[in-house]
């Protein structure tokens, strides 16, 4: 079964960047869309970015500032943020799907506050 880790949260400052790493288990994650999501204090669950067979895409709010991207040998999911803002403090969450299950990692918080 698949199991998600992210790594690479904390706190940053306004502006700066972050990169956040999700380490897949269990089995590769060539098989399956993949993407990021966040959890802000009060709001629910939004998607970030994902990659999938119709490619990649971008939430509106952090389009131009993240970047996703993956390591197939090392069956690897990264998102680098930069410019980041206040509003982009959430925990954020690891995600894996196919047309039969989803896998959500344990999350990972992230706080942009001076």
């Known amino acids: 079964q698949l199991q998600l880790v992210e790594s690479g949260g904390g706190l940053v400052q306004p502006g700066g960047s972050l990169r956040l790493s999700c380490a897949a288990s269990?089995?590769?994650?060539?098989?399956?869309?993949i993407g990021w999501f966040r959890q802000a204090p009060g709001k629910e669950r939004e998607g970030v970015s994902c990659?999938?067979?119709?490619?990649?895409k971008y939430s509106e709010s952090v389009k131009g500032r993240f970047t996703i991207s993956r390591d197939s040998a090392k069956s690897a999911l990264y998102l680098q943020m930069n410019n980041l803002t206040p509003e982009d403090t959430a925990v954020y969450f690891c995600h894996a799907s196919d047309s039969h299950s989803a896998y959500w990692g344990q999350g990972i918080q992230v706080n942009v506050s001076s």
């Open positions: 269990g089995e590769s994650l060539n098989y399956y869309a």
């Open positions: 990659i999938s067979s119709n490619g990649t």
